[in-house]
Structures are given as structure tokens and as C-alpha cells.
């Protein structure tokens, strides 16, 4: 077995040695990774905070937001590029912290990076603000006066998770407000943001105080109590117990952005099954079902099938089986812990005690495929209410008579619910999204893109640099009130 | 009263033997698994599910291992529902559904024959009849509570009469007559035994610390605790309660007994004291626990992790050999119990079923 030791994190003008670090070991297979994080005192985090402050209202705020957008360019730009050390480094160890197959984090990471090159980030503002430039400065607008947004001082990032690189979307929509930023690492990936801190500062040295990340243990202590009662805002991702006690950290005025763990499904219509068709879209739902072991927030659970298609809600659950099946064999499920095989076990004898307990009277519920293999299909033919696998490719489909059953099963778990993939008839999509929207999923893509979300995606529902920002209005009345008072007034 | 058939008879002996051999309890194993398969129409579903039939088992380690779950989905009986029987129910309280597991006993001989022979050696360890105090309910208070009618056995079969006592009932726990049983076990210089929720024992801890007192009962004394703190008291690790106990109460750590029982079983596991933990757990020459992966119902390879499966003959109206939900790991003379298996939340973004559950129960 080989060791390699990486010291993780970035703390701009923090002296190494006068760190606390402590190590996070993983392994996979016969590598072993420690991953050495920083723990900040209080007064650390002061400073570090009060760095972070400083740096980015010297040398980002004073940026025009298409020279930000330049530099993340040209870090993207590095991290595309599979010769680059900082690429390379990312591929060869962020398998072993999150225990995904190699070539499934690399295609994952391409897929990902690619929504993030300037032209996707210009479009990523726009969705967002109709005039971009108002981020750099004032501008008109239609009722009379003048408005620019400003980022917050300090934005503060709780990351939570072990999906690859997640930290990069919230670092980046800090970046384009213009905010000083401060991560926390996710101790079940503590590598990507630290690393990408560094690139930036390696792209455009200016900027390199403008960011920081740290780490800590749990909900954390005095350091993080610290640099809570500094931020303008928070960002955090997490279960909503973890991210309820984050906000009964926070001073009142401090704005709260939560993303909680959501529950993603599918429905397709009967419109979508026939005999060339079905197939096509099988194998998209597994690609959706295999992209990080369903641990995305957009990741589904339930697949919801309409009868009534040349091929049945049945067969098409077969044909979901063996899409997952030959896709174990390209990308391997990542080696389960026994906690993880219990949950996996626990979901999986569920299916077959109410099929055991059904078989008398009518139809029974059925996992397709062997129990040992690394994949599960559950079918159902009776309605099923929406509610999350074990994961790890874990899925259930249920056959159901019309689209429209499937909005009462969905619409208890507004508060979990994100995304919707749908494969429907153009009239069908938009009706049925109307549906699904009104009881609280925020974005419907086609089966096969629900785990790659695009650029400029609108996170739970919510506008993502808007958000951010506070508006700064000139009223009317102030321009107007200014104009006796110029120089050149008669 | 329910007849004691041929079957049981022959359990009963075998319990009340001094010890088995392999071959002895594959023996026992085997014909109750028989039985089980022929008379208990879904446990057979589940074994035909599973590939096996009656002829395929030769081993305890062959039988089908019934997952914990089941007991709440189905019937797991062999005799016939009739008017005498004793239902135990699961707490249900562990991952907050409604649905309680149920075990049926049609009459209690085994159940108790099992608790006794092993409580005289594990926890009485040579000892006659003791003072005890009990922290739970009594079987009267909670009819469907197997520890209630385990704690009530071990108080009439194992307690000095007169001077043994249950502190708890449905509205609290007796804190004064508890702190009058206790001086008066310290007046006396004879050993007390108290047995009780793990989270009852939080209680008093935290209740001595409120009122800055402490108790040292004499040499001999022993505490017995079981099943964990449910959300029902302040969560504290293992070390610091075996701590904090031993503190309170003047009982050493060594006389710490952990029992582990659940109901889905006939037959607990006891360790030897606490002065280290995870401290090893072991059962009676009836009852036999494997490691698996829960996916394939493999055993481990030796010295990993896995999901603990018990075949406990003394099960024999139910299903001998049941799958847990509880992480072991193999140790001298027994295992260890490294907790329940939680932990699948938090790594992802994704909703994980216990989130959901808590979240939907709320």
C-alpha cells in the first residue's frame, strides 16, 4: 500500500507552522491518501477574515466582471486540460477520497468544468441580471435614477458532500459578485476548493488574498463561531438539521442561503415508450442513476412510467436493469461500507417483504436482477408515494396510468423536491412542468441531463448571484436634486 | 395454556445442558429450521426467494437470515394466534415509523429457561438472590415490552424478596425511593444490583449531579444496562457513561454488564464488565452470531466489518436466525458491537432515507 500525504485547504497570510492540522485518512484499494486540514483558532480566523476583507475590496471589487470572468477562464481552462499538474492531481486523488470510479469522476469533472468557460459565465450573469454591468457600476434604469448590486464584504461557504468538486459552483458565483470568500471543506471531500484557490492565485496573483479555505470538525467551535459572526452571508449546503443549527448560529441580519438534500425523480411518458425509443431513454435513466452513485442532489430515486407504450412500465424497468448493468462494468460502483450495503440491504428486503406479503392479491412488486448485484431495480405496479432509495443505484420504477397521478405522489415532499426529468410530447412537458412547479420542483430537464445541470441553472429554485447581492438605488429624485448643485449650474 | 410439544421439549433439554457441540447444535438448528419452513408459510416464501428449500441447509450458517424489518411487515409465527399468547413489540422508536415489530410467544418456557440460565451465570456469576432495583416499567405497566418481562423475571427469580424494587413506572421514576433503596444497600454492606434503560441510568447520573451527591454501594454490587439512550435521555459516548456511572454509583467498571438483547430474540448477550470499551459480547452454547454483508448474506472475510446475523434456537415460534441492523466485528470469545448501522447520511446531496423518515415523522 501507498501513502500520500496532501496538505489541504489555503490560507492566505496564515503562517503553516502556526496551524493546527489535522489529518483525514482515506484509502482505496491499495492507495491510502492523508489529507492534513487546517484548524483555525478565533483569532486566526479574525485575521484571516479581516484579510479576506480587505484583499477583496482592494483588488476584486475594483475588477470589471468580465476581467473575473477572464481569470476563471483561464483556471477552467487549466483544469480542462489533462496535462495540467492541477488536473492531473485532481484525477488521481479525487477518486480515492470519494471512492467514485477514476473514469467516472473524470468524465464527471470535463462535463462539469466545461459549464464554467467564459462564454458559459457570461451567461450566467445574464440569467441573473438583465444588465451585467450594473455589478461594475451604476446604471440607468427604466423608472429614472440609477442601480448597481453589490456583492457582500464576506461570504462565508459551508460545503457538504462528497461529490467532486461541488465547491466550485458557489466559489464561482462568489467570485462573479465581486465577494471575498471563505470556505469550508467537506470533510468527505476536503481537496477540490483549496486547490482551486491556489490556481486562481497562480492565474492572476492580485486576487490571491481574496479567498481562504479552512476546515472543521462537525458543526465546529470558536473558530467557526468566529468567522460566522463576521459574514455578510452564508452559504450552506447540508441535511436541514445540520443547516438549521448554522442559522441559529447567525446574527439576524446575516443572510442565509440553504440548500438542503433533495430527492430527484423521473417520469416518462407512454408517448416515449416505443420500441426505439424505450431503449434510448433507458440508457439515459441509468446514466442519470450511475453519475455519483445517485448522491447528487439531482440524482433519481423514482422512476414514474406510464402505461399504455408499445413496451410496459415492466419492461421498461428491464431495460433500466440491464443499462445498469452493462454501465457497472464501464464504471464501477465504488466499494460500500457496511453501513452503506445495511441501508442498500434494509431498501432492497423492503421490496421483497411487501412482495411476500402482497403475493396473494394481484400484482406484486418485484427487484429485478440478482440482490447481490451493484445495482437494484424495484418495480411496482401499484402507486407509490415519492421517497429516496439507499442509493448507491438503487432505483425504483413504478408504472402508472397517467402523468397526472404522479403530481399527488410528489407533492407532500415539496420541501425535498429539485429536479424533475421528464421525456413527454412537447405539450405534455409543459403541462405537466406546470404541475410539478406548482408543487415545488424548481427544475425539469430531459432524462440523461438530470445529473448535469446547465449553466446558469437556477440552484433550488433560487438566483443564484441575485441572491448575493445588495441593490444600491440613485432615486430620481437624488439625480434631480443633484443637477443645481454641479459646478457648471446657472 | 399451550402444550409443549415434542419440539420444545427437547429445546428445553438442550438449553439446559451444560454446553453443545457443533454438531449437536447444527442438530437443533436444523430440525427447528424444518419446522419453521413447514409451518411458517411466509418465512418459506423467503427462503424459496432466497434459493433454499428444506434439503438445502446443512448448517445453522445455510439457514436464510430473516431481516429485522420483517417481523413488522408480516406474521412471523408458526402456532396459530390463540388467547394466551404473549406479543412483544419493538420500540418502534428507533427510525420513528409507526409500525412496531412484533414477536409472538405462544408460551414463555423457552424464553424464560433462556434468560435465567444465562443471567444466573453472566450476570448473577455464582450468586443466589441479590437486593435488585429495577429502572423500567414493570410487565403490568408495559405488557408488550419484552425488557419489562425480562426485568421483571430477573427481579422474582434472582431478587432478595422484600427488598427488591422497580423505581420506574409510565409517569417517572421514583428518585426518592430509589435514594432510600441505595443508602440502605450502603447501610448494609450487602451488594445491590440495579438494572435498567441505559437512558434510565443517564437520569440518575445526571439527576446525583444536580443534587452534588454520590453513592458507593458495597463490594459485589453490580449495575446492569441495556438497549441504549433512544432519544429518551442525553446522548453520551460508551467511555464517558461507564464513566459517569461508575462515579455515581460506586460500582466499578468491571461490574458494568451491558446486556444486548432485542426483541426479535429469545436469548441475550452479555459482556463481562465494561472496564474497556466496546467491550465483547457473548451468548449461551444456544445461540450462534455471524458477520455478513447484509447485500449478499456472505460471512466477512475475518477481521472486517459486518452486519450481525444471530441463529438463536431459543426463537423457536419465530425464525431462528434473524439479520440485524447492528455493526460487529469479530473478538476473542465474542464480538464486538460497534453500533448501529447509520452513517449513509451526509454523503452526498441526496436525500437519505433516515433525513426523509425524520423528516416525514416530524
Avoid at chain 1, 245 to 254: C, D, E, F, Q, S
Avoid at chain 1, 373 to 401: E, H
Wanted: glycine share 8%.
Amino acid at each position: 500500500m501507498t501513502t500520500a500525504r496532501i496538505r489541504a485547504g489555503y490560507l492566505p497570510g496564515l503562517d503553516a507552522a502556526e496551524v493546527d492540522w489535522q489529518v483525514l485518512p482515506f484509502a482505496q484499494g491499495d492507495q491510502a491518501l492523508e489529507v492534513e486540514v487546517p484548524v483555525l483558532s478565533a483569532a486566526q480566523m479574525d485575521a484571516l477574515a479581516a484579510r479576506v476583507r480587505q484583499a477583496s475590496a482592494l483588488h476584486l471589487k475594483t475588477m470589471a466582471v468580465s476581467e473575473i470572468i477572464a481569470v476563471i477562464d483561464q483556471a477552467i481552462a487549466r483544469l480542462l486540460d489533462r496535462s495540467d499538474p492541477y488536473r492531473q492531481q485532481a484525477e488521481a486523488y479525487l477518486p480515492v477520497v470519494s471512492g467514485y470510479d477514476r473514469d467516472m469522476v473524470r468524465l464527471g469533472l470535463t462535463g462539469f468544468f466545461k459549464t464554467f468557460r467564459a462564454a458559459q459565465l457570461h451567461r450566467f450573469v445574464a440569467e441573473d441580471f438583465a444588465n451585467p454591468k450594473v455589478l461594475d457600476g451604476f446604471q440607468p434604469t427604466p423608472k429614472g435614477g440609477a442601480v448597481r448590486a453589490f456583492g457582500p464584504d464576506l461570504l462565508v461557504h459551508n460545503w457538504a458532500g462528497n461529490v467532486p468538486a461541488l465547491a466550485l459552483w458557489s466559489m464561482v458565483c462568489g467570485l462573479l459578485v465581486k465577494a471575498g470568500n471563505i470556505g469550508k471543506l467537506p470533510s468527505a471531500e476536503p481537496l477540490f476548493a483549496g486547490w482551486f484557490a491556489r490556481l486562481l492565485a497562480e492565474v492572476h496573483p492580485p486576487i490571491a488574498d481574496c479567498f481562504a479555505v479552512v476546515w472543521w470538525r462537525g458543526a465546529g467551535d470558536d473558530g467557526a463561531s468566529a468567522l460566522y459572526a463576521q459574514a455578510d452571508a452564508v452559504l450552506a449546503y447540508g441535511g436541514n438539521e445540520a443547516l438549521d443549527a448554522i442559522r441559529r448560529r447567525l446574527p439576524v441580519t446575516t443572510r442565509f442561503l440553504p440548500h438542503g438534500h433533495k430527492l430527484g425523480f423521473g417520469v416518462i411518458s407512454a408517448t416515449a415508450l416505443d420500441t426505439l425509443k424505450a431503449p434510448a431513454i433507458a440508457r439515459l435513466a441509468a446514466w442519470d442513476v450511475m453519475r455519483y452513485d445517485q448522491q447528487g442532489c439531482y440524482s433519481p430515486h423514482v422512476f414514474y412510467v406510464q402505461r399504455g407504450g408499445a413496451v410496459s412500465p415492466r419492461a421498461f424497468a428491464g431495460y433500466l436493469a440491464g443499462e445498469l448493468a452493462n454501465l457497472h462494468q464501464r464504471f464501477p460502483r465504488r466499494p460500500l461500507e457496511v453501513e452503506d450495503l445495511a441501508a442498500v440491504a434494509r431498501w432492497q428486503q423492503g421490496v421483497e417483504w411487501q412482495a411476500l406479503s402482497a403475493s396473494a392479491e394481484g400484482p406484486a412488486d418485484q427487484l429485478i436482477g440478482a440482490s447481490s448485484a451493484a445495482w437494484s431495480v424495484a418495480y411496482s405496479d401499484t402507486l407509490q408515494p415519492l421517497a429516496p432509495t439507499a442509493m448507491q443505484r438503487t432505483i425504483q420504477v413504478v408504472g402508472v396510468d397517467a402523468l397526472d397521478d404522479v403530481v399527488p405522489l410528489v407533492a407532500p415532499h415539496s420541501r425535498f423536491l429539485q429536479t424533475a426529468g421528464i421525456a413527454a410530447a412537447p405539450a405534455e412537458l409543459f403541462r405537466l412542468a406546470g404541475l410539478l412547479g406548482a408543487v415545488g420542483v424548481t427544475r425539469i430537464s430531459a432524462i440523461g441531463s438530470m445529473s448535469a445541470p446547465e449553466a446558469g441553472w437556477h440552484h433550488d429554485g433560487r438566483f443564484n448571484l441575485l441572491d448575493l447581492v445588495r441593490m444600491t438605488e440613485i432615486e430620481q429624485s437624488a439625480e434631480l436634486a443633484a443637477e443645481p448643485l454641479a459646478p457648471y449650474a446657472d | 395454556m399451550h402444550k409443549v410439544t415434542p419440539l420444545v421439549a427437547d429445546l428445553l433439554e438442550f438449553i439446559a445442558m451444560d454446553g453443545c457441540t457443533d454438531e449437536q447444535f447444527d442438530e437443533m438448528a436444523l430440525r427447528l429450521f424444518a419446522h419453521q419452513f413447514a409451518a411458517n408459510q411466509p418465512f418459506q416464501s423467503f427462503c424459496r426467494l432466497r434459493g433454499v428449500n428444506a434439503r438445502s441447509v446443512k448448517s445453522w450458517a445455510d439457514i436464510p437470515a430473516v431481516p429485522i424489518d420483517a417481523f413488522k411487515a408480516l406474521p412471523l409465527r408458526c402456532e396459530p394466534p390463540a388467547a394466551g399468547d404473549r406479543i412483544f413489540m419493538t420500540s418502534g422508536t428507533t427510525r420513528g415509523g409507526s409500525t412496531r415489530g412484533q414477536h409472538f410467544h405462544p408460551l414463555l418456557d423457552v424464553y424464560d429457561l433462556s434468560m435465567t440460565r444465562n443471567f444466573a451465570q453472566r450476570f448473577m456469576r455464582g450468586a443466589n438472590r441479590m437486593p435488585m432495583g429495577i429502572l423500567f416499567p414493570d410487565e403490568v405497566a408495559m405488557p408488550n415490552s419484552s425488557l419489562a418481562h425480562y426485568l421483571d423475571l430477573a427481579k422474582s427469580a434472582f431478587g432478595a424478596s422484600g427488598a427488591s424494587q422497580t423505581f420506574v413506572t409510565p409517569q417517572g421514576m421514583d428518585l426518592d425511593g430509589l435514594w432510600a433503596a441505595l443508602e440502605a444497600a450502603e447501610r448494609s454492606g450487602e451488594p445491590y444490583a440495579l438494572l435498567g434503560a441505559s437512558f434510565s441510568f443517564v437520569h440518575v447520573i445526571d439527576a446525583l449531579r444536580q443534587q452534588g451527591r454520590a453513592f458507593k454501594l458495597p463490594p459485589g454490587s453490580r449495575i446492569l444496562d441495556t438497549g441504549g439512550y433512544k432519544g429518551q435521555s442525553r446522548e453520551l459516548p460508551l467511555d464517558a457513561f461507564y464513566t459517569e456511572l461508575s462515579q455515581a454509583l460506586g460500582v466499578q467498571r468491571t461490574h458494568c454488564i451491558n446486556m444486548y438483547g432485542m426483541t426479535e430474540l429469545s436469548t441475550q448477550f452479555y459482556d463481562d464488565g465494561n472496564a474497556q470499551v466496546p467491550s465483547v459480547k457473548s451468548g449461551p452454547h444456544w445461540i450462534r452470531s455471524r458477520l455478513v454483508d447484509p447485500v449478499t448474506g456472505r460471512t466477512v472475510p475475518a477481521g472486517e466489518r459486518g452486519i450481525l446475523v444471530h441463529c438463536d434456537l431459543a426463537n423457536f415460534n419465530s425464525v431462528t436466525t434473524i439479520l440485524t441492523e447492528d455493526v460487529g466485528l469479530d473478538a476473542e470469545g465474542g464480538f464486538l458491537l460497534l453500533g448501529r448501522a447509520e452513517g449513509v447520511e451526509a454523503k452526498g446531496c441526496s436525500l437519505a432515507v433516515e433525513e426523509f423518515v425524520r423528516a416525514t415523522a416530524a
